[in-house]
């Protein structure tokens, strides 16, 4: 059935929609601005489609965002469809998916919220067949269960991932943590202003310790010297970020920190010339280490492999 | 039979195979399900949220059109042993919460390979066209080699065709204590039952549905007797807290049980995974904590922890077993030359050298009879 050819045209104060209802919710993390001028300027053309419960309350089904924008116009009157109350949660789920799906490209923060709502609202073989396609996501292995975990991040997680400040596999991760927990790692790690592959970085590393430890991780950032970091006045915050980073790494990794430090301490006691460096293998994987000298020329270059060669002949 | 079979995939090339009709016969109880049903089941356990279950209780007889005997895959950069897997199928009824097969099956159900003639035929034209001195061939690497034996019955047949073998020894390396219908075949030494052994904690809580350490050395005790040679496989060694005196006891229980001298070689590796494992694992099991440890990238890929630890554990494994059998042929699996030396204090440069020092270990049973 076409629930449109259903719904009637009203006049409404868009103010009196609960915008902040999820019944409905096809989030988009994108700015409002251009929507805003844009309804300013011409108007709306497509009137939202909302519905009214039967405590009288009424909520956005389509065009959540037209409301928020005449909202912030203050304007006082707009044109809307109203949806029969009868009409069942997964019908209207559907209308407000397509009608958004019609027109935009889902990002992936909105897929994973749309996702979660999906297997929510239909059987397995429904989502399956109708939505899963249409969101580009196979029903086979573990990326779809992870979106469906991510989806039901609070909205400022959501923003973050969809503004692509943190990874989908750090979202992941939030999500097996306190909303409290979660919710404090971003603030503290957008403070400290970490791009998302520090944040994956320092939010994996610090999950792994708690579950390791069987300690909270607000336990783990109760620490001196972690506290210490985080609260100091001192110092700019990418030089508090690089210390707090560090901290976080050597507690996951005390062999690895250990031997760097060993490492560092060796290379300094080499004097080595400006243009000599010496790096470990790999994760000091073995004991070799790679010489690099940079020279100015082929011919200085010449001159540095005769002198390895004669130095390197009685070894031989 | 000890684990549940609940359905039975035919193909239809291998409806008429003698093993076909042989399990068939073993397993009144199970659903066969033809082409059609299938189709449909494949569906299922694709949307299925932990395909797993339900494919640890099915069972597909289906033909390998490939080669039988394959090399062992390795690992780059560090040193494999040459081993030569004979693929007879592939998936395990257990479920060890560490197991590195998770990630490589997308319907991980349990297939056995039913055309043994193909199979023995392959065997036999690599034996006599490889020129290679000596084989060492093993059936557990995509599968354990005796889980499905009470159906298939396959591992008595392989004993005796290697029984036979001059330039081949077969190791069948389990976790089960399926030993016995082996003990009716005199192996003539060429045969190496391995068990893959752990802590006892860890067998409890991560090797779901192997059988326990004891009766695993129970089995060892009993193969011995009748002349198999036998080996261990401590791997993969998990650090958990107290794991030293964990594993020091399984040592102790191991040479209290086996003689030293009927030991081919006892091989040591700790837990390191490709990536994608912790989070399958986690999501089948939920967190286990031994995957958050120090893990960084080793050169190959995998989570590995750091060497100077991996060193100092095998070290301790290493001085353990050597007061029991100060001769034991201890090898490492997977290990750079480095590690090689700093716990064994052996060159061991490549590939070739791993394989000679394992290959001196059956020449006294094959060429030198």
Known sequence: MNWLNHSTPMIVDPRSVDLEDRTYLIPCYSNLSALTKSIQRIGILNSPLVQQLADGRMIPVAGRRRLQSTVALGLDHIHVRLLPEAVPIAEGFALAFWDNAAHRVFDIACTAVVIRRVFELFPRDVAARDFLPILGIALKGPRLERLRAIGGLESSLLEAFSHGRIHEKTAALLCEMEAETRLGLLDLTEKLRLNANKKAEIISWLFDLSVLEATPISELLAREEAKSIIFECDGTVPERAERFRELIRSWKFPELIARENEFRDWVRGQSLLEKMSVQPTTSFEDPGCVIEIRTDSTDEAERIVSAVKQHARPNQ | ?369
Not at chain 2, 78 to 104: F, K
């Open chain 2, 1 to 369: 039979m000890k684990f549940p079979i609940e359905q039975v995939w035919v193909d239809d090339e291998v409806r008429d195979e003698p093993l076909t009709r042989e399990i068939l016969r073993k397993l009144p109880a199970a659903r066969i399900l033809g082409k059609n049903e299938i189709e449909d089941q494949c569906r299922a356990m694709e949307m299925d949220r932990d395909p797993f279950n339900r494919g640890k209780r099915t069972l597909r007889l289906t033909k390998n059109k490939g080669a039988f005997v394959k090399p062992c895959p390795g690992t780059p950069e560090y040193i494999c042993c040459g081993l030569e897997i004979l693929n007879i199928g592939q998936g395990c009824p257990m479920d060890c919460r560490y197991c590195a097969l998770q990630v490589y099956f997308n319907r991980p159900i349990l297939e056995v390979f039913v055309n043994t003639g193909d199979l023995f035929s392959d065997l036999e034209r690599h034996l006599i066209n490889d020129p290679r001195g000596v084989h060492r061939i093993c059936t557990g690497e995509f599968t354990d080699s005796l889980a499905l034996d009470p159906l298939t019955g396959l591992a008595g047949k392989l004993a005796e065709f290697f029984s036979r073998s001059t330039n081949a020894s077969l190791e069948i390396k389990t976790k089960t204590d399926f030993v016995d219908p082996l003990l009716e075949v005199d192996p003539h030494g060429r045969v190496v039952i391995a068990f893959s052994v752990n802590s006892r904690e860890i067998t409890r809580k991560d090797e779901i549905r192997a059988a326990p350490v004891a009766k695993r050395l129970a089995a060892a005790a009993r193969a011995e007797k009748r002349g198999y040679r036998i080996a261990f496989h401590f791997d993969p060694i998990i650090p958990v807290p107290g794991w030293e005196e964990a594993y020091s006891s399984v040592i102790n229980e191991i040479f209290t049980t086996v003689d030293p001298s009927s030991i081919s070689w006892i091989s040591m590796g700790v837990l390191r995974f490709v990536p994608a494992l912790k989070e399958i694992a986690a999501a089948r099991f939920g967190r286990i904590p031994y995957f958050h440890d120090g893990f960084i990238r080793g050169l190959d890929g995998k989570s590995r922890l750091h060497v100077d630890r991996r060193i100092n554990i095998y070290k301790y494994m290493i001085d353990k077993i050597r007061r029991r059998a100060r001769e034991a042929r201890i090898y490492l699996c997977m290990e750079s030359p480095h590690v090689w030396r700093e716990c064994l204090g052996i060159s061991m440069d490549s590939d070739d050298d791993l394989t000679s020092y394992l290959d001196s270990a059956i020449l006294p049973y094959t060429y030198g009879l």
